[in-house]
């Protein structure tokens, strides 16, 4: 199988040195790195370093007979899965904002379809000057993807934003970058609504009732289905986790709210995923004013049923639309999911036993089971992003299935 490829281009920042450790990193990660030097960072770099590191033979301007050169950028431009350019001088940026395609590095950028990834470290007035943010927003808006620099210690004695970010979000944005682009687009033309996270029901002005949901498997489902091609429409509980990029999201406080805020985007879309944790019970009547302490007395607050959001829109269910619903269970996992199965008139349910270590609340992993009423799946322990995958697996064949009928 061929190795996923990545361009790595390195510019004369003094933080060039760093683009060795990417590059072997890169390669450890199982990637096969064509290194592009400009002619200033051959002054900070060797050459014979970035060989040596990424394995291949490196590209500079210096020896490049022209002929060679076309040949050479067209191929490597074309071979690139990712190009990522790290570090980036504000030169480059510039050039790069501008169309001019004068060395080896420029002309491949300009000549590449693959996403291009920039690693911005500068002097920080270099940075912060319009013509830089003006360059950068361009880019930005014909969707090359930057990764800001960050605040430290400049080479120039000075100490601001400017400092190249560090070598492992670099990486990581890269690899997943990488994953981005072998996923299949088999979600294009449809439209997937995913619920996630908690939901806070007030008390008084400053207090409220809410549950363990950090939202990380409905962020998940989300971004997979946008990976994957889908218009996306997230509707999140109050979360610590920052917006997917791409994704339509609309963020809501209580039950109530997400009932309103799912019934309209359930209506677009083709495949509803609710991993939100709705709380089924918001206090009766809520204080206009902070609540004092009772002088030793017991408070009770009494408390009345919410709306069942995924009962509601299963209601509305239209005919080739796929309703999946989550089912968190601390005992009799199979019998309780199922329950929900009929009720909610969901194709199938996810469920989990939230007291098994691995699984539920505020982790990176799941153990799950698919449910319906042919019988059940069980899933070994994976990460919430491969769930999400599974589970969006299903949720198109099902789909299928329908459209097929
Ligand atoms: N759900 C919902 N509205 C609620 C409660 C839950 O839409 N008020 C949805 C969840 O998003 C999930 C599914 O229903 O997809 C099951 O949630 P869960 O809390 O396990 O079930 P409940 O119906 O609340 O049942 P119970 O609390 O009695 O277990």
Redesign the pocket.
């Known amino acids: 199988m061929k190795k996923p490829c990545v361009v790595l281009g390195v510019t004369g920042s003094i933080a060039a040195y760093r683009a060795a450790d990417i590059a072997h990193r890169l390669v450890k990660a199982g990637c096969e790195v064509h290194c592009i030097l400009t002619k200033s960072a051959q002054q900070l770099i060797t050459e014979r370093t970035m060989e040596t590191m990424s394995g291949q033979p490196c590209i500079t301007d210096m020896f490049a007979p022209p002929k060679q050169w076309e040949v050479e950028h067209i191929e490597l431009a074309k071979r690139a899965d990712v190009f990522l350019v790290a570090p980036a001088t504000a030169n480059f940026v510039g050039k790069m904002a501008s169309g001019i395609a004068d060395d080896m590095l420029t002309t491949t950028v300009m000549a590449t379809k693959a996403p291009v990834l920039v690693a911005l470290a500068m002097n920080t007035n270099m940075y912060e000057n319009p013509v830089t943010q003006k360059n950068i927003a361009y880019l930005r808006s014909i969707g090359v993807r930057f990764l800001e620099p960050i605040e430290g210690d400049l080479a120039c004695g000075t100490v601001g934003k400017g400092h190249i970010p560090e070598t492992d979000d670099i990486v990581r944005a890269t690899l997943d970058a990488m994953e981005e682009q072998r996923q299949p687009k088999d979600l294009t033309g449809l439209t997937v609504a995913v619920?996630a996270g908690p939901t806070r029901e007030p008390i008084d002005p400053v207090r409220y009732i809410t549950n363990k949901s950090s939202g990380k498997m409905g962020y998940a489902i989300a971004r997979a289905a946008q990976l994957r091609g889908a218009r996306v429409l997230l509707i999140s509980g109050p979360t610590a986790l920052e917006a997917p990029a791409g994704v339509e999201m609309v963020r809501v406080e209580s039950?109530k709210d997400l009932l309103d805020a799912l019934l309209p985007a359930a209506e677009q879309a083709d495949i509803v995923v609710?991993?939100?944790?709705?709380?089924?019970y918001r206090v009766a009547e809520v204080a206009p004013q902070k609540i004092k302490k009772q002088d030793g007395e017991p408070f009770v607050l009494t408390l009345t049923e919410?709306?069942?959001?995924?009962?509601a829109v299963g209601e509305n269910k239209r005919e080739n639309q796929v309703l999946v619903?989550?089912?968190?269970?601390t005992q009799a996992v199979r019998a309780?999911a199922t329950r929900?199965l009929d009720k909610?008139h969901l194709d199938f349910i996810v469920a989990n036993d939230v007291t098994k270590p691995g699984a539920g609340f505020d982790v990176d992993t799941n153990i799950a089971a698919f449910l319906d009423h042919d019988g059940i799946e069980e899933l070994p322990l994976m990460t919430k992003d491969a769930l999400a995958h599974r589970i969006l697996d299903r949720a198109l064949a099902v789909l299928r299935a329908k459209q097929a009928r």
């Open positions: 619920t039950t609710q991993a939100a944790a709705p709380a089924d919410n709306p069942d959001v995924a009962k619903g989550f089912a968190a269970e309780n929900k909610k």
